[in-house]
């Protein structure tokens, strides 16, 4: 079975400074990495997907995420944090063979980013 | 509009009722899921599709029923409603097994 975990419930940084919010996985096969963003009362929007080539993936709004295979996480960082970044932030993997494209996803972290 | 819409977008219903929640998307995407989030556990996948007429169980599926006789429809129904299936329900969908998904804007059901 696939799985996400995002060890932190919440993550606060001051605006300005890098943000990072940590996602770690487990597949059998080869993994697609997703992150999506959540404001409130509204659905999921996509950021960024790692698929295959460079570990680092850049996305939506400056943000990028670090592939990492041998620690099997999936960080997604912003050098420079804004206060509109304030969001619920998912991690998410699909994976074949085993698995038809399903889609798993974390328990999702809450980014506070204060002034 | 083209895109994935769900309705209603909010319900309210009594327990022991039947509910049905649309899903419709305008891609042909062959891929469609129903998640429910709820707090401190995310979101957590019920039931999905990999194609018309093909249907597979989530984590969470007791309790509910899917199908998916035209490729830009899923339905979600909910045989005889209880309380703990009060939550805010998303559907998705994708193109391929490697893609992004496209969401809902969600419905908020709550069973009293």
């Known amino acids: 079975a696939q799985s996400v975990a995002q060890p932190e419930d919440q993550v606060n940084v001051a605006e300005g400074n890098p943000l990072t919010v940590k996602c770690t996985y487990s597949?059998?096969?080869?993994?697609?990495l997703f992150w999506y963003v959540q404001y409130p009362n509204r659905g999921l929007q996509f950021l960024l997907k790692y698929i295959t080539g460079d570990n680092l993936v850049k996305g939506s709004y400056g943000f990028e995420a670090e592939f990492n295979k041998s620690q099997t996480s999936f960080h997604l960082k912003k050098p420079s944090a804004l206060v509109s970044d304030s969001a619920l932030y998912f991690c998410a993997v699909r994976a074949l063979p085993t698995n038809a494209g399903k889609s798993t996803f974390g328990d999702g972290t809450t980014l506070t980013v204060k002034p | 509009d083209a895109g994935i819409t769900q309705s209603p977008r909010y319900k309210i219903t009594e327990t022991g009722r039947q509910v049905t929640l649309m899903c419709h998307q305008t891609?042909?995407?062959?891929?469609m899921f129903w998640y429910r989030q709820d707090l401190g556990h995310g979101l957590r996948l019920i039931y999905y599709?990999?194609?018309?007429?093909?249907?597979d169980k989530g984590e969470v599926p007791d309790g509910y029923v899917v199908s998916r006789s035209k490729t830009e429809n899923f339905p979600l129904t909910l045989e005889s409603a209880t309380r703990s299936q009060t939550s805010v329900y998303f559907c998705a969908s994708s193109g391929t097994y490697n893609e992004k998904l496209f969401f809902g804007s969600g419905t908020q059901l709550s069973v009293l």
């Open positions: 597949v059998s096969g080869n993994p697609y």
């Open positions: 599709s990999a194609a018309a007429d093909i249907t």
């Open positions: 891609w042909s995407h062959s891929y």
